[in-house]
């Protein structure tokens, strides 16, 4: 059970940490300006737990937080945080979300030009990561992100590495797909040890063993959740990691193309893992505070009565920018 528990943990940061197209390959490496960026730990959260009045688990959302500085008037960021496994109805909202955005920029390590046709992929992913998500999406009964958002969109752009230039930057630093499931696991061990795993051994066999078997297991991971800080922590390392912060440097690159361009109303649609990194540059480099923020439901955790209850709250839509 322990293995299994560990393997949950792993997954969870999956689902919120990398999109790869079916044809990119290998992993990449991270920074050299980790130093220009606030200290860890004062970041704000971009995935969280939502819980009933009775301490059940509600809903698993996402967040869509809004930037603004002073020093550029009339100019907003979001950032907004995916997961790539999620209920059909939440990529409908960031569609109708997306929309209100004078730019979108999108992660997904793929050769330049590459074309995501409406309504999905033709084929599944090679990738591990990839193909982890796949089996997530069936197993959990939920969409995947690439067959549900729409990047066909006029006002999508591609924000991210190429396969090449990610497996370039990954040899350099000496990185491995293994190496970061060892400190994924790693980092599990550790927090199994301190009983800060998340959902109980006990909650992950009752899940297997349920009627329900997709929602009680759904409920089950979106718990590890709750715990995935430390594991994202260490999975990025003290100077940076490929899938995190390198990737996260190209999209900033392209951040300055649609700023210099005159692009006021940009959002960046990442995973949820990648957006404390970006939040730190905004901040330090860029002068931008956090100036709101709402939250999309990815995960519906409880039966069809509450789920459409939770329909009729007001929807989440890019505001104009503080001036």
């Not at 063993?209 to 409920?219: I, P, Q």
Request: net charge neutral.
């Amino acid at each position: 059970m322990k293995r299994l528990k560990l393997l949950a943990l792993a997954a969870a940061a999956m689902v919120c940490l990398a999109r790869f197209s079916p044809a990119a390959d290998d992993f990449a490496p991270a920074a050299d300006d980790a130093a220009k960026v606030p200290a860890r730990g004062e970041e704000s959260k971009f995935i969280r737990l939502r819980r009933t009045d009775d301490d059940r688990p509600a809903a698993m959302e996402t967040a869509v937080a809004r930037y603004a500085s002073e020093k550029r008037p009339g100019v907003g960021v979001d950032l907004v945080g995916a997961v790539h496994v999620g209920d059909k109805a939440y990529y409908d909202e960031l569609n109708k979300l997306f929309e209100s955005y004078e730019v979108v920029l999108y992660e997904l390590v793929a050769p330049e030009g590459t074309q995501i046709p409406k309504g999905g992929r033709t084929q599944r992913s090679t990738h591990p990561i990839g193909m982890m998500q796949d089996g997530m999406s069936t197993i959990l009964e939920l969409s995947h992100q690439l067959n549900c958002v729409d990047y066909t969109k006029k006002n999508f752009v591609h924000a991210d590495m190429s396969p090449e230039d990610f497996s370039k930057s990954m040899q350099e630093r000496g990185e491995s797909f293994f190496q970061m499931f060892l400190r994924l696991m790693g980092t599990g061990i550790a927090q199994n040890a301190a009983g800060a795993g998340g959902a109980s051994d006990a909650a992950l066999l009752m899940a297997l063993f349920s009627k329900d078997r997709a929602m009680a297991l759904k409920t089950v991971m979106a718990q590890q959740f709750e715990s995935l800080d430390g594991v994202l922590s260490a999975l990025d390392g003290p100077g940076g990691s490929a899938i995190v912060t390198e990737r996260n440097k190209r999209c900033f690159e392209v951040l300055d193309k649609q700023l210099a361009a005159g692009k006021k109303r940009i959002a960046i649609f990442y995973g949820a893992a990648h957006l404390p990194d970006m939040e730190r540059r905004l901040t330090a480099d860029y002068g931008f505070k956090r100036s709101g923020e709402s939250w999309l439901s990815a995960w519906q955790l409880t039966g069809p009565k509450a789920a459409a209850a939770d329909s009729d709250k007001p929807k989440a839509t890019a505001e104009e920018p503080a001036r």
